[in-house]
């Protein structure tokens, strides 16, 4: 193997590797990426993808038509179940996220469920079409950095070759189990095991058994085979959680033979035909790193977090790293940003991954409320006495449905998805106070305020209709100036930062009055937004001198 050298080495190509390396690509930024798998992911694993993320590959220039061909019909993935076993009774049900029409006010690509194994495939070939490709089976070993670069020592795996890849910067998308992480000492905090599974991958037909009553996730209840069945595909891939203790338990036992009678007991019928597939261990934890930089280093992805997977947020934040890190590089790499610049990606990112592990942690909590009412949290024999007392005992039947509807944040999280929002960092503070809704996990409540996401809505642009979140350049600021913002284009033109302006009313038809109903904006006012989509200034009116104030906001933000 030959030397390297580029801009940015990712070590790491899942979601979030990829990801970064697709942004990278079009931002003309080179790149190379590692990745210690042969190809990307095989077996099912994470598959919620929320609006936030669909956003940012839309933006990316992802192939979205071929990610929603993959992602599952949300008449399929709309509901989760609360169940004796599959296809026995039916417990409780709740809805499983917005993935309707009614959403489409708010982001223009609602979420889905879309398998990691199907996934990965797409986003590499976004990457390949963008010229580049990750060096699959090649494994980082470790890096040294100077004043300017950090110089890696890769090994390819099939070849048993080593090399060096001189960087300048590296971006550790290495998963929850880190070596690059580990490598330079920065410490996960949080607890490390919270509860263990082997999860069971195999292959089935279960629509039979569900019937009229298709969902995404099972929780089966009876304590005699108690696990979460996960629907990948209700016609042949299922994923069975089931509860494992390695301190009594060698993994070694769970053969196929075995995994498949663990399977076959969750199942109210004999007669199903299933495949085991891959069985692999697996430990819930909700951790943050300490730091998310050492000087040229970053971490992104489960490198950076680990939450437990009770509402889907690891992928999606993996995803939101890149896309806060990415510009900032090419920011400074194309000499428009100060290095400094770089300081906030871990001043923003980090405090939205502690909000995430917080609500996750709460809801895998939360949900232990549902065996607590069932009295399934006994010891086995007492457990099972009480779990056929309460299948006929209506009082004990009414605590269990109160504690399933209690469930119901966990798979309603809109405004938790879409509304995070920076405080400090690449952004100018308005001095105005963040509004929140009464339930900011559950409800979304639009804002222009610096530091939010630009709030979604549907304008006209060179004769299309698009979302005002597709105005936003990935390459440059955005200013998007009202009716009456002439002084603001005059003072853009003096800045010697890119920035590219959209004027509503002029190139930016906006018929449904977005401008001042959401973003609650004047004619004459400004809107700074970075090139993540998230507003970096904003000015609801005009002011006396622009060009001055302009200039003070752009110099503090970069």
């Known amino acids: 193997m030959k030397d390297v050298s580029t801009t940015v080495l990712i070590v790491g190509g899942g979601p979030t590797g990829l990801t970064a390396g697709i942004l990278l690509a079009r931002l003309g930024i080179d790149h190379l990426i590692v990745e210690r798998r042969p190809g990307p992911q095989r077996a099912p694993a994470a598959h919620v993808v ?27 993935a709309g509901t989760v179940y609360w169940v004796t076993r599959l296809g026995g009774e039916i417990l409780g049900r709740l809805p499983y996220e917005r993935q309707g029409d009614e959403v489409l006010a708010l982001t223009p690509t ?31 070993e470790s890096a040294e950095q100077s004043g300017a670069d950090v110089v890696s020592r890769v090994r390819g795996i099939d070849g048993g070759e080593t090399y060096e890849v001189r960087s300048r910067y590296l971006l550790a998308a290495d998963g929850a189990g880190s070596p690059v992480r580990k490598s330079i000492g920065i410490q996960p905090i949080g607890p490390d095991r919270i509860q263990s599974f082997v999860m069971i991958h195999f292959e089935a037909n279960l629509r039979p058994i569900v019937g009229d009553c298709p969902g995404v996730l099972y929780w089966v209840s009876d304590p005699q085979c108690a696990g979460t069945f996960v629907a990948h595909d209700i016609d042949r891939e299922w994923v069975f959680m089931h509860s494992w203790d390695p301190d009594h338990e060698s ?75 990415v510009w900032k590089i090419a920011a400074v790499e194309k000499a428009w940003a100060g290095t400094r610049l770089l300081d906030t990606y871990e001043q923003e990112r980090q405090p939205i991954a502690h909000y995430n592990a917080e609500q996750s942690f709460r809801n895998a909590m939360r949900i232990l409320e549902v065996p607590q009412a069932m009295g399934t949290m006994e010891e086995p024999e007492r457990a099972r006495q009480h779990f056929a007392r309460m299948l006929v005992d209506p009082l004990r039947r009414a605590a269990v449905e109160s504690a399933i509807a209690n469930q119901a944040e966990h798979f309603d999280m809109l405004g938790l998805q879409l509304g995070y929002a920076y405080e400090t960092g690449a952004l100018v503070a308005d001095g ?127």
């Open 50 to 76: 929320n609006a936030r993320t669909f956003e940012i590959w839309r933006q990316g220039g992802v192939d979205m038509d071929a990610i929603f061909a993959a992602a599952k019909d949300p008449r399929d």
């Open 110 to 140: 609602p979420l889905r469920n879309v398998s990691q194994h199907r996934l990965e495939p797409i986003l590499l070939d976004s990457l390949q079409r963008a010229g580049t490709a990750p060096r699959y089976s090649h494994q980082w």
């Open 251 to 325: 993994i070694a036992t769970y053969d196929a033979a075995h995994c498949e009678n663990i399977v076959r007991r969750a199942i109210a019928r004999d007669d199903v035909e299933l495949t085991i597939r891959t069985v692999a261990p697996w430990m819930m934890t909700s951790q943050t790193a300490e730091h998310y930089r050492d000087r040229r280093i970053f971490l992104a992805g489960d490198a950076a977090h680990r939450f437990p997977p009770t509402g889907g947020l690891g992928l999606n934040t993996g995803v939101q790293d890149a896309h806060n890190l």
């Open 432 to 558: 105005t106070e963040r509004l929140l809704p009464a339930n900011p996990v559950r409800e979304f409540l639009p804002s222009s305020r610096p530091g939010s996401r630009l709030p979604h809505g549907w304008v006209e642009s060179e004769g299309r209709r698009v979302s005002t979140l597709d105005l936003i350049a990935l390459d440059s600021l955005t200013a998007i100036v009202g009716t009456a913002g002439a002084a603001w284009i005059e003072a853009i033109r003096d800045l010697r930062v890119p920035i590219r302006v959209r004027q509503i009313g002029l190139d930016v038809g906006d018929r449904d009055g977005w401008w001042i109903s959401v973003a609650q904006m004047e004619p004459d006012g400004v809107l700074l937004v970075r090139p993540d989509q998230h507003v970096a200034f904003r000015s609801r009116a005009g002011v006396r001198d622009a060009q001055a104030t302009l200039r003070e906001a752009v110099s503090s933000m970069l």
